[in-house]
């Protein structure tokens, strides 16, 4: 079971509490024997009313870091990493002509589905190590055409995602979505299983009712992006369109993928790095992993020190040199 730091800070609260619980009932016994132990005052040394709080954060520090630590992954990764581990991101892109349709991003100057479509894509590819990732990117409308296989060149699919209307290379016709996400998928059959992360960018116009296929094993996640408005409706070919996030939302369930309204924001970081073909930024792997060892060392260090620190500095200096003189003169 691998322990998230969300969950370990859970635990690590858990702890807190049991101990907080526990440093609750050591008082009220301590209280019964006071006089005895502290002198005519009942009271210990000012500074040891910080033991108690600090027993509780050193037990919550040195469980979480400890947690963490345990269910970090020691796997060292190669400097070099080499192309044939590689993984996969298969993009089917909408490029029906709605997607030429112009009330898309977050200004008020609005701009094409298409471009908005290749904003997304790109902020995406920015996320990639082009070292390790290879691309693939399937056009659908009336059709599925692949337009790139395999590439590890992120300038190379840039330069196929300039909102250039590609539908004049397929017959007129109503947009099949679900068939071109199905001919999609045939290009990740040949991959490993588990490497590859599927991108469907749309406005969802016109999506069929067409049973889509068993995900080839090479699918670990699918993430579907609407573009366009999905309030006001433009017109297109007859029939009024605006980005259908209904359809999309049902496309993405059969897919077992994620949805994301992608018309005014880009997709947030934390759904992007949930993503297989997203390299793990090592910065923050390595931030996480020092706080861990950080609060284990401070947490473990203190619930060490304290108990000695207590016995040696824990009653008054009065009472403790009248105890000596006593043990002297004995």
């Not at 101990?19 to 040394?45: D, N, Y």
């Not at 693939?136 to 250039?164: H, Q």
């Amino acid at each position: 079971m691998v322990i998230t730091p969300l969950v370990a800070l859970w635990i690590a609260i858990g702890v807190a509490v049991v101990v907080l619980l526990a440093e609750l009932v050591h008082q009220r016994r301590i209280r019964r024997v006071a006089h005895l132990a502290f002198g005519p005052e009942g009271r210990p040394a000012t500074w040891t009313s910080i033991a108690s709080p600090l027993r509780v954060f050193a037990a919550a520090a040195a469980t979480w870091g400890l947690l963490v630590l345990a269910s970090a992954d020691p796997a060292v990764r190669e400097e070099i990493p080499t192309r044939e581990a590689s993984r996969h991101l298969l993009i089917a892109l909408d490029v029906s002509p709605s997607m030429q349709l112009v009330d898309a991003g977050p200004d008020a100057e609005k701009e094409s589905r298409a471009i908005r479509a290749g904003r997304i894509v790109q902020g995406v590819l920015d996320r990639l190590d082009a070292s390790t990732t290879r691309v693939s990117l399937v056009a659908f409308y009336t059709d599925a055409l692949p337009v790139l296989t395999e590439t590890f060149d992120k300038e190379v699919v840039r330069n196929a995602l300039d909102g250039l209307p590609m539908s004049t290379a397929f017959e007129s016709g109503a947009t099949k979505i679900t068939e071109g996400v199905a001919k999609s998928l045939e290009t990740a059959r040949s991959w490993m299983p588990g490497t590859a992360t599927l991108l469907v960018v749309s406005d969802g116009d016109e999506l069929s009712s067409t049973a889509i296929p068993a995900l080839p094993a090479s699918i670990a996640d699918v993430l579907v992006v609407g573009v366009g408005d999905p309030q006001q409706t433009m017109s297109v070919g007859g029939h009024a369109s605006r980005q259908d996030t209904v359809s999309l939302k049902q496309l993405s369930a059969r897919l077992g993928g994620v949805y994301h309204q992608g018309n005014t924001r880009h997709p947030p970081s934390g759904m992007l790095e949930d993503l297989t073909m997203i390299e793990p930024r090592l910065s923050d792997a390595d931030g996480l992993r020092e706080l861990a060892i950080y609060a284990s060392v401070a947490g473990v260090a203190a619930l060490a020190l304290l108990g000695p620190l207590l016995s040696i500095a824990g009653r008054p200096r009065s009472w403790s040199r009248g105890w000596r003189g006593t043990e002297e003169l004995s």
